[in-house]
């Protein structure tokens, strides 16, 4: 400080002697100015430092201390979403799954279904075919009787011409009789019945 003070004092001489019109009062050195300008500094500093940085200094502080407590939460909220996004990526993989065993069951209850309604058909289709076989085989039955009948009356027509008489009922019943063993139908109504698509 002392050296400083000497420096100044040497600078203020040269510069009254270059200038020795210059009166400029900041340029002289004065200890009591010196003396007043360290103490307003000294109080001035000391004002600041109580009113000024330590407020200051504390909002700083508080201010670092809200965003250390931001950038936490900041990284709490990202661990949350994480968390969350694994949860979701695992209930989808397990609605997937569970979709994926929906349609399976539905796709086997369909196959279930499909093939009781075939078995079902196929059953009302041998229904229906036993159903027709049976009314072909009455058809046949009754063609059959209708054809014996027809045979008697062209047996007893062809009769009456040979004979050219009448016959009387015993006659006749004789006459078919014989007509329709040496006709032998059975041939006939067996073929009629066994008419199979």
């Given at each position: 400080?002392?050296d400083?003070?000497?420096?100044?004092?040497?600078l203020?001489?040269?510069?009254?002697?270059?200038?020795?019109?210059?009166?400029?009062?900041?340029?002289?050195?004065?200890?009591?100015?010196?003396?007043?300008?360290?103490?307003?500094?000294?109080?001035?500093?000391?004002?600041m430092?109580?009113?000024?940085f330590?407020p200051?200094g504390e909002?700083?502080?508080?201010r670092?201390k809200?965003i250390?407590?931001?950038?936490?939460q900041?990284?709490?909220?990202?661990?949350?979403?994480?968390?969350?996004?694994?949860?979701?990526?695992?209930?989808?993989?397990?609605?997937?799954?569970?979709?994926?065993?929906?349609?399976?069951?539905?796709?086997?209850e369909g196959?279930?279904?499909?093939?009781?309604l075939?078995?079902?058909a196929?059953?009302?289709?041998?229904?229906?075919l036993a159903?027709?076989d049976?009314?072909?085989?009455?058809?046949?039955?009754?063609?059959?009787?209708?054809?014996?009948d027809?045979?008697v009356?062209?047996?007893?027509?062809?009769?009456?011409?040979?004979?050219?008489?009448?016959?009387?009922?015993?006659?006749?019943?004789r006459?078919?009789?014989e007509?329709?063993?040496?006709?032998?139908?059975?041939?006939?109504?067996?073929?009629?019945?066994?008419?199979?698509?």
């Amino acid at each position: 400080m002392v050296d400083l003070i000497t420096q100044l004092s040497f600078l203020g001489l040269q510069a009254e002697g270059t200038t020795e019109e210059s009166d400029n009062p900041l340029l002289k050195i004065s200890p009591g100015l010196m003396i007043w300008t360290l103490v307003m500094f000294a109080i001035t500093l000391f004002i600041m430092k109580r009113y000024v940085f330590g407020p200051v200094g504390e909002m700083i502080e508080k201010r670092r201390k809200d965003i250390a407590d931001s950038i936490d939460q900041a990284e709490r909220s990202r661990d949350e979403a994480n968390a969350l996004l694994e949860d979701y990526k695992t209930r989808l993989v397990e609605a997937r799954k569970e979709a994926d065993s929906l349609r399976e069951q539905g796709r086997k209850e369909g196959e279930l279904q499909r093939a009781e309604l075939v078995a079902q058909a196929q059953g009302q289709r041998e229904r229906v075919l036993a159903d027709a076989d049976a009314q072909i085989a009455a058809q046949a039955r009754s063609a059959a009787s209708g054809l014996r009948d027809d045979v008697v009356d062209l047996a007893l027509a062809a009769a009456e011409k040979v004979s050219r008489r009448s016959l009387d009922d015993a006659e006749h019943r004789r006459l078919i009789e014989e007509a329709i063993k040496e006709a032998d139908l059975s041939t006939v109504s067996s073929n009629g019945g066994s008419t199979n698509p």
